[in-house]
């Protein structure tokens, strides 16, 4: 530290960072979505179905309206496979909610995971410090900043948390030196 004139200039050690976030794209996403609407029309077991699908952007929620359960887990494997082939991870799909009726129609909301959890983003930071590599992690939102001295170290946290199991899909960005 230098004392120049009334200011302090502190000297600081360079340290590569990176952010972990998960993001889902949403133009393939609805893509996906609209190939799976032509799909489901088109297909011979839902001919004569009163089944929707509907993709609500700003919510970020599929709305799916059918009759029985046979075509709700059709529709469910349907959109799993067309996001898959749009490059979107299947654990961006929240499929936890419960079928709930309506009338003679069963109806279920599907969210889209879209950010880091508060509690997601703890039990990654604990898979971190769980290592034993010198680096430091923060919470800032929905996006977990990992700092470190050595870029090795960023690169083994990175592969340590693609072999680990975290229950939403991962991605690293604005990787700094």
Do not use: W
Not at 70 to 84: N, P, W
Not at 102 to 122: F, H, S
């Amino acid at each position: 530290m230098t004392n120049i004139g009334q200011s302090t200039v502190k000297y600081s050690i360079n340290m590569a960072t990176f952010d972990i976030i998960s993001k889902v794209d949403i133009q393939k996403l609805d893509n996906a979505i609209n190939t799976v609407i032509k799909e489901i029309t088109n297909r011979y077991d839902f001919y004569d179905s009163k089944s929707t699908i509907e993709f609500d952007k700003k919510d970020l929620s599929i709305h799916i309206v059918t009759e029985n359960d046979m075509r709700m887990d059709a529709i469910e494997s349907v959109i799993i496979s067309r996001a898959i082939k749009q490059g979107i991870d299947a654990r961006c799909f929240d499929f936890g909610k419960e079928k709930y009726a309506a009338g003679a129609l069963i109806k279920k909301d599907v969210k889209i995971r879209n950010g880091i959890e508060k509690d997601i983003a703890k039990k990654i930071v604990k898979i971190i410090k769980e290592t034993s590599f010198k680096v430091q992690t923060s919470i800032m939102d929905d996006q977990i900043r990992v700092t470190g001295k050595k870029i090795d170290d960023l690169q083994s946290v990175i592969e340590h948390l693609k072999k680990s199991n975290v229950e939403i899909p991962l991605q690293y960005e604005n990787f700094r030196n």
